[in-house]
């Protein structure tokens, strides 16, 4: 049986790159960004709804 060299794989595509790096290349690194950014601006826009949700009948209630 062959030694495998260590190494990790790309966490977008998959390829193996070096132990000490998470992207393969710019690309990768920058579509992770923007789906990283994009998750947490989901989160942000669900956070704000539950918020309306849980606080908006009370707010109601007062007002009228």
Not at 31 to 50: E, P, T, W
């Amino acid at each position: 049986m062959t030694e495998i060299e260590q190494h990790k794989h790309c966490l977008v595509c998959g390829n193996a790159v070096r132990p000490d790096e998470n992207f393969c290349d710019e690309l990768c690194e920058s579509k992770f960004k923007s789906a990283q950014r994009k998750q947490q601006l989901l989160f942000l826009v669900f956070l704000v709804i539950m918020g309306l949700i849980l606080f908006l009948p009370s707010i109601l209630k007062i007002s009228g």
